[in-house]
């Protein structure tokens, strides 16, 4: 059990503090604030980590337009490191 807080807190703050996890840094992603493109907030990170220990939350990836609860709950996308900055740009407009 103290395995898994520790790699949950590790995905909170990574996400928080970094936007992305090692995982992310060696995909070359990045997680934004769907709305606003930017950084995500604390609680934001906190809600995205939480909802990962959503029973079937990997399920949702099967659907037609793949996004798991993880995201849409808490209102975050992950996109390529290179796409991030272009849709922060988009967003403000």
Do not use: N
Not at 60 to 66: A, G, N
Request: hydrophobic residues 45%; charged residues 25%; contains cysteine.
């Amino acid at each position: 059990m103290l395995v898994h807080l520790i790699c949950l807190i590790y995905v909170w703050l990574s996400e928080y503090f970094f936007q992305r996890t090692i995982g992310k840094k060696l995909m070359g992603t990045v997680v934004v604030d769907a709305r606003t493109g930017g950084r995500i907030s604390f609680l934001r990170a906190l809600g995205r980590t939480l909802a990962r220990l959503i029973p079937f939350d990997a399920l949702t990836f099967l659907s037609e337009h793949p996004r798991g609860w993880h995201d849409s709950l808490s209102r975050t996308i992950v996109l390529r490191a290179e796409d991030a900055e272009r849709y922060r740009k988009l967003k403000q407009q």
